[in-house]
């Protein structure tokens, strides 16, 4: 069974940095990618930053130049790294894993972390 298990977040002053992780348990050769999305209240929940097992990369046009995202070589933890953090950033931020599945119809089934929330202050 796919379990996620995501840490940091936290409050966080403007103009500083960020640091979650997701750990995935269940079979590594399954994994097509992980990665982060959030949710500002209200608001839909939106990419922050993916990647794939070999290191293939997509962030939000809002992140890009204060992003880092990077799977450890088990291809079991994600770690997303945000700087330069604005009161934007605030939200709950939610891992995310696609694994194989071509039983159905998008080739993949989707499993979502709790969440972990984040606040930058104005």
């Known amino acids: 069974q796919e379990r996620l298990v995501e840490s940091g977040g936290g409050f966080v002053q403007p103009g500083g940095s960020l640091k979650l992780s997701c750990t995935r348990s269940g079979s590594v050769f399954s994994v097509k990618r992980m990665g982060w999305y959030r949710q500002a209240q209200g608001k839909e929940r939106d990419l922050v930053a993916t990647?794939?097992?070999?290191?293939?990369?997509i962030s939000a046009d809002s992140v890009k130049g204060r992003v880092t995202i990077s799977m450890d070589n088990a291809k079991t933890t994600v770690t997303l790294q945000l700087h330069h953090l604005k009161p934007e950033d605030t939200g709950v931020y939610y891992c995310l894993q696609k694994i194989m599945n071509y039983k159905v119809s998008t080739g993949y089934d989707e499993h979502w972390g709790q969440g972990t929330a984040v606040a930058v202050p104005s």
């Open positions: 990647i794939t097992p070999r290191g293939d990369t």
